[in-house]
């Protein structure tokens, strides 16, 4: 059974940062591509960042130069760094995995979701 746990979550002012983690459990995780999406009150879902088997990585161009995508194989974590939080960036932050970097990449929906956790920007 495949599990993606979120930690990392929680409040912070404006200009702060925080870390996001996703512990994978079964999956042969050096094989998924992995994602973090961001889903905010009436808005629709959006792919973040994503990032491949390898060291290709993308992120949408709210977050570029802010947000950083990663990964440590040996832990089977993947990271989301999340600097200069603004307002906007308030939303439930989703860990997902997929077998190709490219369909996680063009936005299809991935194999495999976490829970979620929450991150709340304030002004």
Not at 31 to 54: D, F, Q, T
């Amino acid at each position: 059974q495949v599990q993606l746990v979120e930690s990392g979550g929680g409040w912070v002012q404006a200009g702060g940062s925080l870390r996001l983690s996703c512990a994978a459990s079964g999956l042969t995780f050096g094989s998924y591509a992995m994602g973090w999406y961001r889903h905010a009150p009436g808005k629709e879902r959006e792919l973040v960042a994503a990032i491949s088997s390898g060291v290709r990585t993308y992120y949408t161009d709210s977050v570029k130069g802010r947000f950083t995508i990663s990964r440590d194989n040996a832990k089977n974590t993947v990271y989301l760094q999340m600097n200069s939080l603004k307002p906007e960036d308030t939303a439930v932050y989703y860990c997902a995995a997929d077998g190709s970097y490219s369909d996680i990449a063009s936005g299809r929906a991935p194999d495999y979701w976490g829970q979620g956790t929450q991150v709340t920007v304030s002004s």
